[in-house]
């Protein structure tokens, strides 16, 4: 249980202020300090990291600056014994916010008032377009932290609230819970599908055509989760095709998302630039994660947020 330095790979500035993040410890027991590639570890060294890196298989722990890990070699860190830490747990908010802003968006076209704005045009918009979000139905897929943070805030729109997940454990604001099994019925009834699932092989893909064509024709989907969950050419076809009506997007097969894609052009489409999760205060919240694992790890308790 020994830990006795923590290290922060510079690759942390893709996320952080890595300076910043490092004065967040300055009242920490043990030394931080900052390391670029080529550092050697030992098991009384913890790493906090953005990128993945061969040499973290020597430290003791090891954490990841993001959600998403699936770039981390989760086998490996299993056969060496060491424990690797996601910063799941800390999104609900500002990512939740970001879904629930584009379905605002979304249902009382601030986007298209916006891309008016831009021509200098007093638009007037088709009788049938404008809609409420409330009473409207959100299917939900993925019930974790962000799941969790769009679903209350959803509901405290007066939204219904539907949901996906593998157990059936409940979540607040969420009225009914199905399985991966009945992903279909799920999302056939709903107006608005948010993606809030982590990209595993079992969710690779997960929303292509035959899907589309069960969602609603009216209805949008909301991908703030991991770009390939949704197979992109099939999306772009549906939307082209009217069998849903839009989408908004935070993540994206390939980012930046290409300048050719057929997306940057589509009225009814949000392209946003995985930014999410972005907040002033997002290092503090980080900061906050690691010290609490390291006093787990040092009382010897299973740490949070342990995905390997
Ligand atoms: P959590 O781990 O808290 O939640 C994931 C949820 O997905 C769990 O409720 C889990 O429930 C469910 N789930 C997992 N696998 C499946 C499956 N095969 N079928 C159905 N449900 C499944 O993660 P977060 O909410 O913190 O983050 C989710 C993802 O969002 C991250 O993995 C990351 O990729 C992405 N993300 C995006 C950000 C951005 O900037 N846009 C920022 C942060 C994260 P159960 O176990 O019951 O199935």
């Known amino acids: 249980n020994d830990l006795e330095q923590l290290y922060v790979h510079e690759s942390v500035e893709n996320v952080i202020p890595k300076e910043a993040f490092v004065e967040a410890f300055s009242d920490f027991p043990i030394p931080v300090e900052l390391v670029g590639d080529g550092e050697e570890y030992d098991e009384r060294d913890g790493v906090v990291t953005y990128v993945p890196g061969e040499e973290f298989l020597d430290a003791g ?18 056969e060496a014994g060491v424990p690797l830490t996601n910063s799941s747990g800390i999104h609900g908010a500002t990512v939740g ?41 959100l299917c939900v897929l993925g019930l974790g932290t962000i799941g969790e943070g769009i679903a209350t805030r959803a509901d405290g729109l007066g939204m219904e609230v539907v949901g996906v997940r593998r157990s059936d454990e409940p979540v607040p604001g969420v009225s009914e819970i199905y399985g ?60 082209e095709d009217g069998e849903i009506a ?15 894609s057929p997306l940057w052009d589509m009225e009814e489409v949000l392209v946003m630039p995985h930014k999410g999760s972005a907040t002033n205060r997002y290092h503090l919240d980080i900061a906050d994660l690691v010290k609490e694992n390291v006093e787990h790890y ?11």
């Open 97 to 137: 916010e970001v879904a629930i802003g584009c379905m605002l968006s979304l249902a009382r076209m601030l986007h298209v008032y916006r891309d008016n704005q831009n021509e200098t045009h007093w638009y007037t918009p088709d009788y049938e377009r404008p809609f409420t979000v409330e009473n409207e139905r």
């Open 61 to 78: 722990w090891v954490h990841c600056a993001r959600a998403g890990y699936d770039a981390f070699d989760t086998e490996a860190y299993a």
């Open 298 to 308: 040092w009382a010897g308790e299973e740490l949070r947020n342990r995905v390997a």
């Open 246 to 260: 839009g989408a908004a997007l935070d993540v994206f097969e390939t980012e930046p998302l290409p300048d050719q």
């Open 180 to 239: 991966p099994d009945d992903l279909h019925e799920a999302i056939s009834d709903a107006r608005f599908v948010a993606i809030t699932l982590p990209h595993t092989p079992e969710t690779d893909g997960l929303l292509s055509t035959p899907e589309f064509e069960a969602m609603r024709e009216d209805s949008y989907l909301v991908n703030v989760a991991r770009g390939p969950i949704v197979d992109e050419d099939a999306l772009v076809s549906a939307i």
